[in-house]
């Protein structure tokens, strides 16, 4: 059974930072590329940020690029998303995917519950 939990969500100000965690069980860690999408209120879901299973891709969408940073540790089958400087337009449950083929425009294979992050004003 795979899967994908995240740690990390919760409340903090604007121009906070925040640190996620997605841990990945039930798969060959890194045989797969993988991201984070977000889904805000009353929007559709977005692309946040991948990266590939060796680590030597990385992709963010552009609201993000220069304030959120994607790794991961294939030793501990985890892969983060570490989120400075956050704006209340952050605000969205985060959820952890993984895609075995692709990693830039990923279409993920599994998909974590997600966790809430909300930055407030």
């Known amino acids: 059974q795979v899967q994908l939990v995240e740690f990390g969500g919760g409340l903090v100000q604007t121009g906070g930072s925040l640190r996620l965690s997605c841990a990945a069980s039930?798969?060959?860690?890194?045989?797969?590329?993988m991201g984070w999408f977000r889904q805000a209120p009353g929007k559709e879901r977005e692309f946040v940020a991948s990266?590939?299973?060796?680590?030597?891709?990385?992709y963010y969408a552009e609201s993000v690029k220069g304030r959120f940073t994607i790794s991961r540790d294939n030793a501990k089958n985890t892969v983060y998303l570490q989120m400075n400087s956050l704006k209340s337009e952050d605000t969205a449950v985060y959820y952890c995917?993984?895609?075995?083929?692709?990693?830039?425009?990923?279409?993920?294979?599994?998909w974590g519950k997600g966790t809430l992050v909300t930055v407030s004003s």
């Open positions: 039930g798969l060959r860690f890194r045989n797969y590329n």
């Open positions: 995917a993984a895609d075995r083929t692709l990693v830039a425009t990923m279409k993920p294979d599994y």
């Open positions: 990266i590939s299973g060796g680590g030597g891709r990385i």
